[in-house]
């Protein structure tokens, strides 16, 4: 059985549609997504532990820290072994940190949740980011933006999903759980049972994943495609660079510090979401902002955090990946200081230009992969990829670092207003300046970079040291796959992520319209 796993296996055999690719990534990412909705939980597990708030959250600060690192040391594990292995790999390590993590609440091991959610499930959370990456670039070589965009919007979707369904699974296994009340606390049995169904429900779902998902064979390309359409773009080339020589690159370098100032500055928000707004609108110590209407904020800027994801990308592919970013980036400066010092004035105009901020962040994400593809090429773009992502986790430690050390310095929490937060959301002002400088410093890659020219359109090395899709002959299927059931295969396919996805959206817009409604 495990002989599916073997890369001369996953070699999509002619016919085969290229677009079940973006609903393995989709369902790989939608679940590994959840990480973003361990709030939900928090105040729980606080109580279940009697502990602090700091010791809660590093659960999540562990977890962020081994996605980055496993995703830049897994980076050419994946390009080797294919997304099929990685994405059950992933699959594997999700659901056992989940399990390590529902033992460790059974038995009241606050080390064994570090381990499990945190080491193992972080390990899982980087194989399973970048494990589709490389592939959907190969499949979709017209439009990668768009299609990168597609499965990284599962990632920012995967919290509208895990938010509501953890309260609801959370009611079930404890009556006295109010899934309403943002500041509900649950039992330790409750809590659980809520890790060990997300374990194996998760795996279930990211099996999806490794069925569909096939590399293209050499030098496909879509019909009607011509490579050379879009090499003649700005900063695109058709060279190719190892992923140890794009780590000795100046662009590389540069294209990491404007990830890096895009997320911190991006987090410098989400951090602080529900008491921002709070605070924002108190006067004379009360606040005109409700919990539950919070609460709605936050659901707003989920969705816009998603939907940025894909809208964003998918733009790129139409005006460039140095023109989006300068978006992201310069537009976002102005977003920041209008921000600080109007962003009190209404309730709407807050709403608007923070969602507008976040879902520069979301884009951010989902357009570097397509940033590093024009650059570096194809060859082995997942691994580097993979490296970049360092820049997240240093920017998951500083982003909240930043903003937290300067409300510290401003008073107690309940206590602040919107002047409080002026001299942090200037300071990602700056931050987002350097990104700024950054990505206008980006050139081509010099040609002493490059691989050597093995042909046209793709690189061929040794098998020992390059993906499935750059092998030969001898990697296709050993008997072409029966494509006439893929209609069938397409439509349940994306029926499951679309009610993965629609549940989430329509339980996050319940949640938004609390904003309005009170």
Not at 93 to 114: K, R
Not at 358 to 364: A, H, L, P, T, V
Not at 475 to 480: A, G, V
């Amino acid at each position: 059985m495990l002989s599916v796993f073997n890369p001369r296996h996953t070699v999509a055999p002619p016919g085969y549609s290229r677009w079940l690719i973006p609903t393995a990534a989709l369902a790989v990412h939608v679940c590994i997504g959840q990480v973003y909705a361990t709030s939900v939980y928090k105040n729980s597990l606080i109580a279940h532990f009697d502990t602090s708030q700091t010791a809660i959250g590093a659960i999540f600060s562990i977890a962020i820290v081994m996605l980055g690192s496993s995703a830049a040391v897994g980076g050419r594990w994946v390009e080797r072994n294919g997304p099929r292995r990685a994405m059950f790999l992933s699959a594997c390590f999700w659901a056992v940190g989940f399990l390590v993590g529902a033992l460790g609440i059974a038995t009241h091991q606050l080390w064994l949740l570090y381990l499990g959610y945190g080491v193992i499930g972080g390990i899982g959370l980087g194989i399973g980011y970048i494990s589709p990456v490389s592939t959907l670039i190969k499949w979709f070589p017209d439009r990668p933006g768009l299609a990168t965009g597609l499965a990284i919007m599962g990632f920012g979707g995967g919290a509208l999903v895990a938010g509501p369904l953890a309260r609801q699974l959370l009611s079930l296994y404890d009556r006295n759980y109010n899934p309403a009340n943002p500041a509900a606390v649950a039992s330790g049995h409750a809590l659980v049972g809520l890790f060990i169904t997300f374990g194996i429900g998760y795996f279930v779902i990211m099996m999806f994943g490794p069925f569909n998902v096939r590399v293209p064979p050499p030098d496909w390309r879509p019909a009607g495609f011509d490579p050379a359409s879009v090499a003649a773009r700005p900063l695109v080339t058709r060279a190719s660079v190892s992923v140890s020589n794009a780590v000795r690159t100046r662009s590389f370098w540069l294209l990491w510090i404007v990830l890096f100032c895009n997320v911190t500055a991006g987090i410098g928000i989400l951090e602080q979401a529900s008491p921002m707004i709070q605070d924002f609108f108190r006067d004379n110590g009360s606040t005109a902002v409700s919990v539950s209407a919070a609460a709605g904020f936050v659901g707003v800027l989920s969705l816009f955090n998603m939907a940025g994801r894909f809208v964003w990308s998918t733009t790129s592919d139409v005006i460039g990946r140095k023109p989006i970013y300068m978006i992201y980036l310069g537009l976002g400066m102005i977003l920041y200081a209008l921000l600080a010092v109007a962003g009190y004035s209404a309730t709407a105009l807050f709403v608007l230009i923070a969602a507008a901020i976040i879902s520069f962040y979301g884009g951010g994400f989902a357009t570097m992969p397509a940033y590093l593809r024009d650059l570096f090429g194809t060859f082995q773009v997942g691994a580097i990829h993979g490296r970049i992502l360092t820049a997240w986790s240093a920017a998951g430690i500083a982003g909240p670092l930043i903003v937290n050390r300067i409300l510290d310095m401003q008073g107690k929490p309940g206590t602040l207003t919107a002047s409080a937060y002026r001299p942090a959301l200037f300071t990602m002002v700056g931050i987002l300046a350097i990104g700024f400088i950054a990505n206008l410093l980006v050139r081509p890659v010099p040609e002493r970079f490059h691989e050597p020219d093995r042909g046209p359109t793709s690189p061929v090395a040794r098998a020992s040291i390059t993906d499935p899709v750059a092998l030969g002959p001898e990697s296709m299927p050993p008997t072409p796959e029966h494509v006439g059931s893929q209609t069938g295969r397409l439509w349940l396919s994306w029926l499951l992520v679309a009610a993965l996805l629609g549940y989430g959206i329509v339980q996050t817009a319940i949640t938004a319209a609390k904003l309005f409604t009170g």
